[in-house]
């Protein structure tokens, strides 16, 4: 029960945003984010924004509004 709650919470600590979201995120709170990895957009795709993967800090959450 313990490894199910404990890869639940690894989980939670990671996100998959946009770029606008990321930077208001890196405006507000800076000091929340371990890592962070850009993603490009997927090959044939007319989108020019990608996404990025952040990683935040135990104890930290990000909200999304």
Do not use: C, W
């Not at 795709?45 to 990608?50: A, F, H, I, P, R």
Request: proline share 5%; charged share 25%; aromatic share 8%.
């Amino acid at each position: 029960m313990y490894n199910i709650l404990n890869n639940f919470l690894k989980l939670t600590d990671e996100r998959l945003m946009s770029g606008q979201a990321f930077i208001k995120l890196v405006e507000k709170d800076r000091s929340s984010i371990e890592s962070a990895k850009f993603i490009p957009p997927t090959l044939g795709s007319n989108s020019l924004s990608g996404r990025v993967r952040v990683k935040l800090k135990p104890g930290h959450r990000y909200a999304t509004k």
